[in-house]
């Protein structure tokens, strides 16, 4: 990666951010484009910044002071940084955060892209042209084979959606199976009054909110067989804490035949959950494509230019210590029920 006189910067806000994989990925789509666009090379470099939130409207002056391009956002503050934007998009005002922010003669724009990160692995799924990457398969003959005997209804007007959890992520998820078309949108938490504060704050997007039912975890007996699209937006399962996952053997046993198990976190691949599913002979999906997919596509925003997806996949998967193969040997051993 060259670094000029010229070169203009991109970054990842959050506190703590050390976390965060974007710098890695977007550092090598970046190089990548640099030695393979000809005319068309961006001249960027992207950086972690860790901001407190008091300090939230002070980094973003110092930002516009050095002509910073573009940034993502990560906890906390997806929602604190909307009142000091020019300009929202109406999905991230639907979803009620921002990830994506860029900046032009008209000032700061923000977008969410995590909604179009969490679709890309299920419009690939309805497309019936699963590639390996999206649940670690090496061979497109046997996950197009998966495809066919495993995967959620194409058309999805009649499918339900469970979300566990009821978080930022979750909210993203919510907006997602509205653009998917789902009939109905079921998100699970554990406190009443979050669950309540949830529900309400969809009454801007009636369209939403008539699909949308959120309940406690006691209900999931009566849920899970009726769900064909399950989604973990909880931290259960995640690195370290990897022997944890937000449903007993018994209650997977419990989804409806044919059910697509989608766990937004991407470290461990696969997490219990997904283990748990795909023994139980459910189609698993786990959050690295998410994660690829939303990078891609603020990278896009601020280049004008497609991004190297299968160079910031692969990125990832090398930095996490994982072949393309090696995962899809645990989560494609389903069998079809
Ligand atoms: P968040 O805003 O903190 O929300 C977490 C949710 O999980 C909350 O509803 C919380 O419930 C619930 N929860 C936490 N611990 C729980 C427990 N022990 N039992 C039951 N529920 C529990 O976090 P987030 O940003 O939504 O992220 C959620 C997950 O998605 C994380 O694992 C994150 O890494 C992942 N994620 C992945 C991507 C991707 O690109 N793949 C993107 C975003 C997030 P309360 O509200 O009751 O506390």
Redo the contacts with the bound molecule.
């Keep these: 990666m060259v670094i000029k006189g010229t070169t203009r910067l991109l970054g990842v806000i959050g506190h703590p951010v050390e976390h965060s994989f974007s710098p890695l990925m977007h550092n090598a789509a970046i190089a990548h484009l640099q030695q393979n666009s000809g005319s068309h090379q961006p001249d960027y470099a992207y950086l972690p910044f860790p901001i407190r939130p008091e300090k939230l409207k002070e980094a973003i002056a110092g930002f516009e002071a050095i002509d910073l391009h573009g940034f993502n956002i990560t906890?906390p503050h997806k929602q604190a940084i909307i009142p000091l934007l020019d300009d929202v998009s109406e999905v991230a005002k639907a979803i009620g955060a921002v990830n994506t922010v860029w900046r032009d003669k008209d000032g700061w724009h923000g977008t969410n892209t995590?909604a179009y990160?969490f679709l890309a692995p299920l419009k690939a799924l309805s497309d019936a042209s699963l590639t390996g990457s999206l649940i670690g398969a090496h061979t497109s003959a046997l996950a197009g084979s998966l495809t066919a005997s495993l995967a959620g209804p194409k058309d999805w007007s009649n499918a339900r959606a469970l979300i566990l959890?009821?978080?930022?992520?979750?909210r993203a998820v919510v907006a997602a199976c509205q653009q998917l078309g789902c009939a109905r949108i079921s998100v699970v938490?554990?406190?009443p009054d979050?669950l309540a504060y949830f529900a309400e704050s969809w009454a801007h997007a009636p369209h939403i909110a008539s699909r949308l039912k959120v309940m406690t975890w006691d209900e999931l007996p009566t849920q899970l067989p009726k769900t064909d699209l399950i989604v973990n937006?909880?931290?259960?399962g995640?690195h370290p804490k990897t022997d944890v996952s937000?449903l007993s053997e018994a209650e997977i046993e419990m989804l409806k035949p044919g059910a697509i198990a989608y766990d937004?976190?991407?470290t461990p691949r696969p997490t219990k959950f997904l283990q748990q599913a795909t023994t139980a002979g459910f189609l698993a999906i786990d959050?690295l494509e998410?994660?690829v997919q939303?990078g891609a596509a603020a990278l896009e925003i601020w280049l004008a230019q497609p991004a190297p997806v299968d160079i910031m996949r692969q990125t990832l998967l090398d930095y996490l210590g994982q072949s393309r193969g090696q995962s899809s040997k645990k989560l494609l051993q389903a069998k079809p029920r």
Excluded: F
């Design positions: 906890i995590d990160g959890g009821n978080g930022g992520a979750a938490g554990r406190s979050k937006a909880t931290p259960l995640m937000p937004l976190i991407y959050g998410m994660l939303q």
